[in-house]
């Protein structure tokens, strides 16, 4: 049965292997059997990885990212959590959209599953 699945990275993304396993995660439940909704929301500290300027490739996270969007996941990253961190919404990568604490909470609140990075 399909699902809502929004999967939370939180933390920075170097030094540690969160970003990278959580966006591999988000890729095997949306390509999996029964092809999940996935939305990947980077907040906290993980709004870094968000950003443009980032060395994906270092990070291990073109693969899948491209499986993720190629099965219609969808990244977001949490305006506030940019603010704080002083981080340009101008600085996010093409295919990371902003959007509001708000609309966050929409998307965990609406998420039959979540998952924590």
């Not at 990885?49 to 949490?78: F, K, Q, S, T, Y």
Request: glycine content about 6%; proline content about 3%; overall charge negative.
């Amino acid at each position: 049965m399909k699902r809502d699945v929004a999967v939370l990275l939180t933390r920075a993304p170097y030094g540690r292997v969160h970003v990278p396993e959580g966006l591999r995660a988000a890729r095997g439940v949306a390509a999996g059997f029964d092809r999940h909704d996935v939305t990947v929301v980077f907040t906290e500290d993980a709004v870094y990885a968000a950003r443009e300027a980032v060395d994906r490739a270092a990070l291990n996270m073109p693969g899948h990212i491209e499986d993720l969007l190629a099965e219609n996941g969808r990244m977001v990253a949490d305006r506030e959590a940019l603010a704080v961190r002083e981080v340009d919404e101008r600085e996010l990568a093409d295919d990371v959209e902003a959007v509001s604490g708000d609309a966050v909470a929409q998307i965990i609140q609406d998420a039959d599953h979540t998952m924590d990075f």
